[in-house]
C-alpha cells in the first residue's frame, strides 16, 4: 500500500526555521517526482515546491523562493522541506503528494508560525 | 501567472447532477486535474488528465476541458460527495503548478 507519512511540523516563531520529512513506503520511491502542497486554515490549497525523481530538477512557488528549500534522499525513502525565514502567512498544513497529477497525498503536517 | 477560477460554492439535490466549473485562459489545452477533499482529511484525486479516474473512484465522476473551461461532473449526487472540490493544472511557462480556489458542494 502506497504511504506517505509527513512530521516535523510544530510552532515556530517567526523568522525561525524547520524542516518537514515525509516518509514514503508502498512504491518506487526513485521513480516517481514529489511535491509539497500547503494549505492555510480556512482556505484552499497552495502548491509549495516539485521536485524530480532524480533531484536534478527543483520548482518553488514565488511565495517561498529563497527561503524553503526542497530535498529528497532516495536512499532512505524520504522527502523533505527546508523552511527558513519563516512567517506568519506560512501557518498551514504542509503536504507532501506524489506525482505531478498529485495521485497520493499524506496525511499532513501542521506548521505554526506565531510569536 | 496562470489563474484558474472555480465558483465558491454549487448546491445539488441527492440524486441530480453537480456541475463544477474550472476556468482559465485557454485551459483545453493544459492537463486538468481534480481533487476531493472532505473535512478535516487530505485531498484525493478524482479526475486526472481531464476525464480520467483513478481506480476506486466511482463512475459517477466524469471531467471535461474545452476551450476556457473544464468541468467536473458528478452525476447521481449523494449525500458522501458534499466536500470541497478543487482543480489543478501545471503552468509550463512558469513551471508551477496552479490550484483554482476550491468550490464547496452541498447537498440538499
Known amino acids: 500500500e502506497v504511504q506517505l507519512v509527513e512530521s516535523g511540523g510544530g510552532l515556530v516563531q517567526p523568522g525561525g526555521s524547520l524542516r518537514l520529512s515525509c516518509a514514503a513506503s508502498g512504491f518506487t520511491f526513485s521513480s516517481y517526482e514529489m511535491n509539497w502542497v500547503r494549505q492555510a486554515p480556512g482556505k484552499g490549497l497552495e502548491w509549495v515546491s516539485y521536485?524530480?525523481?532524480?533531484?536534478?530538477?527543483?520548482y518553488y512557488a514565488d511565495s517561498v523562493k529563497g527561503r524553503f528549500t526542497i530535498s529528497r534522499d532516495n536512499a532512505k525513502n524520504s522527502l523533505y522541506l527546508q523552511m527558513n525565514s519563516l512567517r506568519a502567512e506560512d501557518t498551514a498544513v504542509y503536504y507532501c503528494?506524489?506525482?505531478?497529477?498529485?495521485?497520493?497525498w499524506g496525511q499532513g503536517t501542521l506548521v505554526t508560525v506565531s510569536s | 501567472s496562470y489563474v484558474l477560477t472555480q465558483p465558491p460554492s454549487v448546491s445539488v439535490a441527492p440524486g441530480k447532477t453537480a456541475r463544477i466549473t474550472c476556468g482559465g485562459n485557454n485551459i483545453g489545452s493544459k492537463s486538468v486535474h481534480w481533487y476531493q477533499q472532505k473535512p478535516g482529511q487530505a485531498p484525493v484525486l478524482v479526475i486526472y488528465?481531464?476525464?480520467d479516474r483513478p481506480s476506486g473512484i466511482p463512475e459517477r465522476f466524469s471531467g471535461s476541458n474545452s476551450g476556457n473551461t473544464a468541468t467536473l461532473t458528478i452525476s447521481r449526487v449523494e449525500a458522501g460527495d458534499e466536500a470541497d472540490y478543487y482543480c489543478q493544472v501545471w503552468d509550463s511557462s512558469s513551471d508551477h503548478a496552479v490550484f483554482g480556489g476550491g468550490t464547496q458542494l452541498t447537498v440538499l
Open positions: 521536485i524530480s525523481s532524480s533531484g536534478s530538477t527543483i
Open positions: 503528494a506524489r506525482d505531478t497529477q498529485l495521485v497520493r
Open positions: 488528465y481531464d476525464s
